[in-house]
């Protein structure tokens, strides 16, 4: 009797779709245009664009003692500069284009914060070697508030 059921079931839903089909299809192409704003949307939010400013080959990892690091997703711009100080920890100075309203610095199972002052820098003392992500509460022109945060990197 179930059997019969999901049967008859898969059957009124067969004529359904075949109904909607007919009177108002899909238009050509939607699927793949819905496809990548998804995949674009998620790529703005989740990953900036990384662009190294300083020096040729430079990276957080490298054998220097310091690095620039800017990211941006169009709308908002951070620079940041890593330093190595005493004792191996690392110092990060930043500045952020947009009206910053708060700053967080995340590493695993750690997150601090700072106020950004009135240009937009804010730092970081004291930071511990490892993967590091920089989120941001900002304001637009309109004033409406959305996030931002760069890719982990490496510090």
């Known amino acids: 009797m179930e059997n019969e059921d999901v049967a008859a079931d898969a059957a009124l839903f067969a004529r359904l779709r075949a109904e909607w089909q007919k009177r108002d299809p899909v238009p ?74 708060a700053v967080r610095l995340v590493q695993a199972g750690d997150e601090r914060s700072a106020a950004p002052g ?8 004291g930071v511990r070697p490892g993967l590091t992500r920089i989120r941001l509460s900002v304001r637009d022109g309109a004033g409406d508030a959305r996030e931002f945060q760069t890719p982990q990197f490496e510090v």
Do not use: K, P
């Not at 990548?36 to 400013?53: G, I, K, N, P």
């Not at 620079?79 to 100080?85: F, I, K």
């Open 118 to 125: 009135e240009h937009g820098r804010f730092a970081f003392d």
């Open 28 to 101: 050509a192409g939607l699927v793949d245009r819905m496809v990548a704003a998804v995949a674009v949307a998620d790529l703005s939010r989740e990953y900036a664009l990384l662009t190294l400013v300083e020096g040729e080959y430079a990276a957080v990892r490298g054998e220097g003692d310091e690095a620039t690091l800017q990211f941006s997703d169009g709308r908002t711009s951070v620079l940041l500069h890593v330093t190595v100080a005493e004792g191996g920890e690392r110092r990060i100075d930043g500045w952020v284009d947009s009206a910053a309203v």
